[in-house]
């Protein structure tokens, strides 16, 4: 799908040299995807992304994939800040407290596809906005289908270890690190952030499921 073109004045160039490496999930937590656009590109707001993706399957274009959009803000992945220089943003249209439709999921994932293709990014560069600034920020959000993108090899694949007796925050802390969690947070917000990717539907103290799920596969050691 071509998507339409609708230029935003919020954007510069990589900084350093740098080229996408990640691409970053969003939510717009606006009320429609006309909304979105006209905030994404609006000079007063200073925000942008390279790509929005309406409910209805709609995809317009804002900046192009080798300029520097204004999407992640402050944060961290894998020891590495400036996460604008390094990926690319993609809107999706939601509020955050409701399903993504098939047909955006499907627009979605074949513009993943192609992105991946074009700039080499591997399955393990596709994460959230609150992958890469835990406390701060929740979006894509508990509703979205991570495992739908890990199933078509577009997203990094959870583990399953067998039931950890006594899992704690430490082996938490190393194994999400290893997996890309190195912002600098506490516990209880690190706990946040990998149950918000993986395990958005569990709620209280540690589990051994929380665990599990950051063990790699065989496949990706």
Not at 99 to 113: D, G, H, I, K
């Amino acid at each position: 799908m071509k998507p339409i073109w609708h230029p935003s004045p919020n954007f510069g160039a990589r900084r350093d040299g740098l080229r996408p490496s990640l691409i970053v999930l969003h939510y717009t937590a606006m009320n429609s995807a006309d909304e979105a656009l006209k905030r994404l590109c609006d000079p007063e707001h200073e925000v942008s992304a390279h790509y929005l993706i309406g409910a209805d399957g709609t995809l317009w274009q804002m900046v192009q994939e080798q300029d520097r959009a204004w999407h992640a803000g402050a944060g961290e992945w894998c020891g590495q800040s400036d996460i604008n220089s390094r990926s690319i943003g993609i809107e999706l249209d939601n509020r955050g407290d409701h399903p993504f439709s098939n047909r955006q999921m499907a627009v979605l994932e074949n513009l993943l596809t192609g992105i991946m293709a074009r700039w080499s990014i591997p399955a393990a560069g596709v994460i959230g906005h609150s992958d890469m600034a835990p406390s701060r920020k929740s979006d894509p959000g508990p509703r979205f289908d991570w495992q739908r993108l890990e199933r078509l090899g577009l997203a990094a694949t959870r583990g399953a270890e067998p039931e950890i007796d006594t899992p704690t925050m430490d082996q938490l802390r190393m194994l999400a690190r290893q997996s890309g969690f190195t912002a600098p947070i506490d516990d209880v917000d690190l706990l946040t952030a990998v149950r918000l990717r993986y395990r958005p539907w569990a709620s209280g103290p540690l589990e051994s499921a929380d665990i599990q799920v950051l063990c790699p596969l065989p496949s990706q050691t």
